[in-house]
């Protein structure tokens, strides 16, 4: 059962530049999400509608974890929440990713692409599977030593790790294309190159896509991607989707 | 105990709260309340074949409101009456829960081709939404002419046996007139308001910030628009009205009732709260209790 429920403040800390790391207790009761599902944050200011749609980055015992960038006045405005602050959350919210019983799963994420895929590799860790994490960032790198896994870096500007992108670090590392499945989260562009990456190496590919959304569970039509299916909603039948199905060139 | 019950178009709705055309799905809405509990639930718009929206971004905010351009995407009325009306039905089960159909087209024929097939459907009531830009005539709105809304409205009257409501566009300059157009060509009920056309730009990013660049304004923003056009149809109609326009909480549903409509839907207010409609249904009860109103008739009558 999802549910709206009101949450309380635990933790909000500032762990990059401009990166938050949000921590909530919620009402007993409530599932334990799937990675690649996400919350719907609604924000404690009644002239501000809209949910903000953020992905699951950690659950234990009631707590919720998430990691969010500040880039709008939504999120400036959670930054300043404090300890002991009340907030509504709906949860949980999409499908998580389809892992595949593959050898390998490489995890790519790119910049608030990456919190998901924390998730992800802390759920395949418990499960004993194999894992790398491939994360690209503009600024500061965040949570990469968090990953129970073995992470390659990559930075814009080679202030970190390898200087270029995912997909450009990707080539250089020759990943074998057999038993190995990529999970990925990041901004269009980037999942878009990667589908390309993919598609060439003949690599499985599951991408967890972004839109703005007026509701968050399929009541709205607002949030819709093309895929080869057909217009689909981003927030009830993703926000993971298979490479291959999303229609990239728009 | 207050007796919520209206009758609405002749039919009994078990109390007021209906659900916004565009704001509601019977899986997803189902997942957070149970909306068997509320009068009616609305459909988003239908039309007589598939429509495939706008490009995104579709939705956008604006202060105490918001702006979406959907673009009437849907699955076409075959599609519809096969899997969602079912799913609803399915939801609503034995109570007393009333189906509302939204129709929407862009020519006359299109209208009419839609409404006669979700008149043959499981459905109780037909809402035509007249605010569809009209393709024949260079994409201006139905609604907006007097002529053109009892027209469309004519011709889907010959076609549809159950009760008609016609959901009317506040981007004119009389409603009443558009409203009298409606009654005299075969309306039973109206709704009002749908959204008020606006635009918002990026400006750091100098663009559009809808796909579309202008999308419809809803939410709490509207409702003093809404309030003040209900109250102004209401007395100058005799059919009965389904208010709508940023209601957010019971007090707002009792002000649209005291501005003269008979029954109220709930449409932003459940993307802000997902159990909305089942929220302000508690609230209007818990509104009516105190004040001492014992039926909705009392509340619509209580406007000094
Ligand atoms: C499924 C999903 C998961 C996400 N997970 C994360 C995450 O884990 N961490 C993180 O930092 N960000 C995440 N985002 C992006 C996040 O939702 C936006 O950055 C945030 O909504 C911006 O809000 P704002 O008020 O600061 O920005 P503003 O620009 O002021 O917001 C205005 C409106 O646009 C919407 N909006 C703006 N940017 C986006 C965007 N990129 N995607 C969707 N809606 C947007 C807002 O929700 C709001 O309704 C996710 C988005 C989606 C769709
Ligand atoms: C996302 C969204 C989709 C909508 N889709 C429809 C529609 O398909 N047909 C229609 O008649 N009205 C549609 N509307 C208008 C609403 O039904 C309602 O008239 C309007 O939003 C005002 O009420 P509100 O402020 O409570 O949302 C839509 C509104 C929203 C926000
Ligand atoms: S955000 Fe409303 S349908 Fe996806």
């Keep these: 059962m999802s549910g709206v429920c009101t949450a309380e403040i635990i933790g909000n800390d500032e762990i990059a530049p401009g990166i938050f790391k949000l921590r909530l207790r919620l009402p007993a009761g409530y599932q334990r999400p799937e990675p690649g599902q996400f ?3 609604y924000l404690n200011d009644p002239s501000r509608l809209l949910p903000r749609p953020i992905s699951v980055c950690g659950w234990h015992e009631s707590v919720l974890t998430l990691v969010y960038a500040v880039v709008g006045a939504g999120t400036r405005a959670i930054s300043g929440y404090g300890i002991g ?55 500061e790198p965040f949570l990469t030593d968090e990953f129970p896994c073995a992470v390659e870096v990559a930075t814009d500007d080679g202030s970190a790790g390898f200087k270029g992108n995912v997909v450009e670090l990707l080539e250089k590392l020759n990943l074998p294309a057999s038993g190995t499945q990529i999970l990925a989260c990041g901004p269009k562009p980037m999942l878009g190159a990667l589908a390309k990456f993919a598609a060439k190496r003949g690599i499985a590919l599951q991408v967890s896509l972004e839109e703005r959304m007026g509701c968050g569970y399929g009541a709205c039509v607002g949030c819709v991607c093309k895929t080869a299916g057909g217009s689909r909603k981003v927030c009830e039948d993703g926000p993971v989707f298979a490479g291959d199905e999303v229609i990239w060139d728009e | 105990m207050s007796d919520l019950r209206v009758i609405f178009c002749g039919l009994e709705l078990q109390n007021p709260i209906v659900t916004a055309s565009g704001t509601f799905s019977a899986k997803g809405s189902g997942k957070f309340y149970d909306f068997s509990r509320l009068g009616a639930v609305t459909s988003k718009g239908v039309a007589i074949d598939p429509w495939p929206g706008n490009p995104t971004p579709r939705i956008a ?27 609803i039905r399915n939801g609503i089960d034995f109570s007393g829960t009333r189906i509302i159909a939204n129709v929407a087209g862009r020519s006359v024929e299109e209208y009419v081709r839609a409404a006669e097939l979700l008149n043959a459907a499981d459905v109780d009531m037909l809402e035509l939404n007249i605010s569809c830009p009209n393709i024949k005539e260079g994409g201006v709105s139905f609604g907006t002419s007097p002529a053109v809304a009892a027209k469309v409205t004519q011709e889907v009257r010959r076609v549809v ?3 008609l409501i016609v959901k009317l566009t506040p981007n004119v300059t009389d409603i009443c007139e558009i409203a009298h157009a409606a009654e005299s060509s075969g309306a039973d009920a109206l709704s009002l308001i749908n959204t008020l056309t606006g635009m918002r730009i990026d400006v750091r990013k100098r663009r559009h910030v809808l796909a579309n660049k202008t999308g419809g304004l809803s939410g709490p923003a509207i409702m003093p628009v809404a309030i003040r056009m209900v109250y102004q149809v209401a007395s100058a109609v005799k059919i009965p009205i389904l208010g709508m326009g940023g209601i957010m909480s019971g007090a707002d549903a009792a002000e649209f009732l005291m501005a003269g409509a008979s029954a109220v839907a709930v449409g932003t207010a459940a993307l802000v709260d997902p159990t909305a409609p089942v929220r302000i249904l508690d609230e209007l009860k818990d509104f009516m209790d105190e004040h001492g109103f014992a039926n909705i008739e009392a509340v619509k009558n209580a406007l000094k």
């Design chain 2, 161 to 163: 046996t159950k009760p």
């Design chain 1, 39 to 41: 919350v719907n944050l």
């Design chain 1, 85 to 139: 602050a009340k907030i509504r959350v709906s949860t949980p919210l999409g499908n998580g990713f389809a892992v595949q019983p593959v050898k390998s799963c490489i995890l790519v994420g790119g910049g608030v692409g990456v919190p998901p895929l924390l998730y992800l590799a802390n759920r395949l860790a418990e499960n004993g599977r194999d894992a790398l994490a491939v994360l690209g960032f503009r600024g």
């Design chain 2, 61 to 87: 905010e604006t202060h105490s409101g918001m702006l979406n351009a959907i673009g009437l995407e849907n699955p076409g009325a075959e599609r519809f009456i096969a899997e969602e009306l079912p799913l």
